[in-house]
């Protein structure tokens, strides 16, 4: 009954020292008679997340009066029945005060505590060492001594950037500058994971294109790394008794496969992406200088249906300027969009005719796609009263409108797919090394040789429109998964079939 009795202790994590020592301290001369059903113990389980089942969860107060109840009356009945055959009672009342656990010494530990000690004594948690001494690394002074070290360094630290912010000259600025600097690095230096982290924040902010998506991957990966790191840092206090034991690889594992997936960028891709940035700025305000000149000319036109005599030539003459500066600024706009490595070809130039009671209106419709060779592809649609004014609209969109596709073994896509715009349904299998197109409309198979695919079966059932087959191809292109997505998805390792 003690052991038992000790066995639940350590499992409620019990520190009232008369219940301790009524419990314990108990040793029956016979073997006790199955006082409680086996299912009172049932709560004999130090997995946190039971707690959560209230219902399931037995009152410990109860359960140990009980305990209590039950030997108080074996030993009355023990102690009547010596009574009645004339036997001495000396030896029980000896029994029920010998220390037979050694543990009095801890109860006597207890009872002299102080009751306003705010340490949690219940808060019990299992250990590996021998040592009966705690430690005081997490104890309450210590916790206090830190936390007012942090909060004089956290003033020291907005003392500086006060006088930093006053600061007169450029020289006392330069000073304080790198004063608070050697400050963050000695006091207040972050994690290199999270310096990592800040610096490709802000590339992100200026990246656009491939290089945008690149630097959202890293980003995603490497947050979901440094969870991983802190949820199973053992020399987290935060974690102590909560850390699961799940079939998982190691923090340090993690952190080697995900620095063998990083490649680092070369120094001439980032000087393209800062060339892009300023290009795109440039670009939109040349869009609204055109935007505000068409508005202009439109209102002259309509006032020169009106207007004759001197007034009229002096009204064409007005827009023969207009016309030349919109020309020099379209010229300028055009100018930045042609793309060093890109190559652009026409899928399809439309005619459509609308009558009307003053004749018949001619417009045209283009269709252009883009790419560089090496997973980056776009296309555009434009309209225009000509041909070649359609197709130059659509020139211009076309390097707004990029996409990066990720390319398997820089020959193929990863898996099959399929997708359906509208009314067409398109097939994508990957095909060998060397196999060719096999594409079964030219759209596709321009699309695809501009984005860098050099070996990929393709077909198309159903409507064989070219805007619709372009769009179906995009969307199918963008929604290809490759082996890298599948990791991180569900978490498993992806490896070739042939090494399986």
Same mark, same amino acid.
């Given at each position: 009954?003690?052991?038992?009795?000790?066995?639940?202790?350590?499992?409620?994590?019990?520190?009232?020292?008369?219940?301790?020592?009524?419990?314990?301290?108990?040793?029956?001369?016979?073997?006790?008679?199955?006082?409680?059903?086996?299912?009172?113990?049932?709560?004999?389980?130090?997995?946190?997340?039971?707690?959560?089942?209230?219902?399931?969860?037995?009152?410990?107060?109860?359960?140990?009066?009980?305990?209590?109840?039950?030997?108080?009356?074996?030993?009355?009945?023990?102690?009547?029945?010596?009574?009645?055959?004339?036997?001495?009672?000396?030896?029980?009342?000896?029994?029920?005060?010998?220390?037979?656990?050694?543990?009095?010494?801890?109860?006597?530990?207890?009872?002299?505590?102080?009751?306003?000690?705010?340490?949690?004594?219940?808060?019990?948690?299992?250990?590996?060492?021998?040592?009966?001494?705690?430690?005081?690394?997490?104890?309450?002074?210590?916790?206090?001594?830190?936390?007012?070290?942090?909060?004089?360094?956290?003033?020291?630290?907005?003392?500086?950037?006060?006088?930093?912010?006053?600061?007169?000259?450029?020289?006392?600025?330069?000073?304080?500058?790198?004063?608070?600097?050697? *400050?963050?690095?000695?006091?207040?230096? $972050?994690?290199? =994971?999270? +310096? %990592?982290?800040?610096?490709?924040? !802000?590339? /992100?902010? @200026?990246?656009?294109?491939?290089?945008?998506?690149?630097?959202?991957?890293?980003?995603?990966?490497?947050?979901?790394?440094?969870?991983?790191?802190?949820?199973?840092?053992?020399?987290?206090?935060?974690?102590?008794?909560?850390?699961?034991?799940?079939?998982?690889?190691?923090?340090?594992?993690?952190?080697?496969?995900?620095?063998?997936?990083?490649?680092?960028?070369?120094?001439?891709?980032?000087?393209?992406?800062?060339?892009?940035?300023?290009?795109?700025?440039?670009?939109?305000?040349?869009?609204?200088?055109?935007?505000?000149?068409?508005?202009?000319?439109?209102?002259?036109?309509?006032?020169?249906?009106?207007? *004759?005599?001197?007034?009229?030539?002096? $009204?064409?003459? =007005?827009? +023969? %300027?207009?016309?030349?500066?919109? !020309?020099? /600024?379209? @010229?300028?706009?055009?100018?930045?969009?042609?793309?060093?490595?890109?190559?652009?070809?026409?899928?399809?130039?439309?005619?459509?005719?609308?009558?009307?009671?003053?004749?018949?209106?001619?417009?045209?419709?283009?269709?252009?796609?883009?790419?560089?060779?090496?997973?980056?592809?776009?296309?555009?649609?434009?309209?225009?009263?000509?041909?070649?004014?359609?197709?130059?609209?659509?020139?211009?969109?076309?390097?707004?409108?990029?996409?990066?596709?990720?390319?398997?073994?820089?020959?193929?896509?990863?898996?099959?797919?399929?997708?359906?715009?509208?009314?067409?349904?398109?097939?994508?299998?990957?095909?060998?090394?060397?196999?060719?197109?096999?594409?079964?409309?030219?759209?596709?198979?321009?699309?695809?040789?501009?984005?860098?695919?050099?070996?990929?079966?393709?077909?198309?059932?159903?409507?064989?429109?070219?805007?619709?087959?372009?769009?179906?191809?995009?969307?199918?292109?963008?929604?290809?998964?490759?082996?890298?997505?599948?990791?991180?998805?569900?978490?498993?390792?992806?490896?070739?079939?042939?090494?399986?």
């Amino acid at each position: 009954m003690a052991a038992a009795a000790a066995a639940f202790l350590r499992s409620k994590r019990i520190t009232n020292p008369y219940i301790v020592r009524r419990l314990v301290l108990h040793k029956p001369s016979k073997p006790p008679l199955q006082l409680i059903p086996a299912r009172h113990f049932s709560f004999v389980n130090t997995n946190r997340d039971n707690k959560k089942d209230s219902s399931s969860e037995i009152d410990g107060d109860a359960v140990i009066r009980g305990l209590l109840a039950e030997l108080e009356r074996e030993r009355r009945l023990e102690r009547e029945d010596r009574q009645k055959r004339g036997l001495d009672t000396a030896d029980l009342d000896r029994e029920a005060e010998e220390d037979y656990l050694g543990i009095t010494p801890l109860i006597e530990k207890l009872e002299k505590r102080k009751p306003d000690d705010p340490r949690d004594y219940d808060d019990w948690e299992p250990t590996d060492t021998d040592s009966d001494e705690e430690d005081e690394r997490w104890s309450p002074q210590e916790n206090k001594r830190r936390m007012a070290e942090f909060v004089k360094k956290w003033e020291r630290h907005k003392e500086l950037l006060d006088t930093f912010a006053k600061a007169e000259t450029l020289d006392e600025a330069h000073k304080l500058m790198t004063q608070i600097d050697r *400050f963050e690095q000695r006091h207040l230096k $972050l994690p290199l =994971e999270y +310096r %990592v982290i800040g610096d490709m924040m !802000n590339r /992100l902010k @200026e990246a656009t294109g491939k290089d945008r998506f690149i630097l959202l991957q890293k980003l995603n990966r490497a947050m979901r790394l440094m969870d991983t790191k802190e949820a199973y840092d053992p020399n987290n206090p935060s974690n102590f008794g909560i850390i699961q034991r799940e079939d998982v690889d190691s923090p340090d594992q993690v952190t080697d496969n995900a620095g063998e997936n990083e490649r680092i960028e070369g120094a001439g891709e980032e000087e393209d992406e800062e060339d892009f940035s300023e290009t795109k700025e440039r670009d939109d305000v040349l869009v609204g200088k055109i935007n505000a000149l068409e508005k202009k000319l439109t209102e002259k036109l309509e006032l020169l249906d009106h207007t *004759f005599g001197k007034k009229g030539r002096v $009204l064409e003459e =007005e827009i +023969r %300027v207009l016309l030349e500066e919109r !020309n020099s /600024l379209s @010229e300028q706009k055009r100018m930045p969009l042609y793309r060093k490595g890109f190559d652009v070809k026409l899928i399809d130039v439309n005619r459509t005719t609308k009558v009307t009671k003053g004749g018949q209106l001619v417009s045209y419709t283009a269709l252009l796609a883009t790419g560089n060779y090496h997973g980056v592809v776009g296309f555009a649609r434009a309209k225009g009263p000509s041909a070649n004014v359609a197709i130059q609209r659509a020139y211009e969109k076309c390097f707004q409108n990029l996409h990066y596709v990720e390319r398997y073994e820089d020959h193929t896509i990863a898996h099959a797919i399929h997708t359906k715009y509208e009314k067409t349904k398109l097939y994508l299998w990957p095909g060998p090394m060397r196999s060719g197109m096999s594409a079964s409309g030219r759209t596709v198979e321009t699309i695809l040789y501009l984005a860098g695919f050099s070996n990929v079966k393709t077909k198309i059932i159903g409507s064989r429109n070219p805007l619709n087959v372009v769009k179906a191809l995009f969307k199918a292109l963008n929604a290809i998964e490759t082996p890298k997505d599948v990791q991180d998805k569900f978490g498993r390792t992806v490896v070739e079939t042939y090494l399986l």
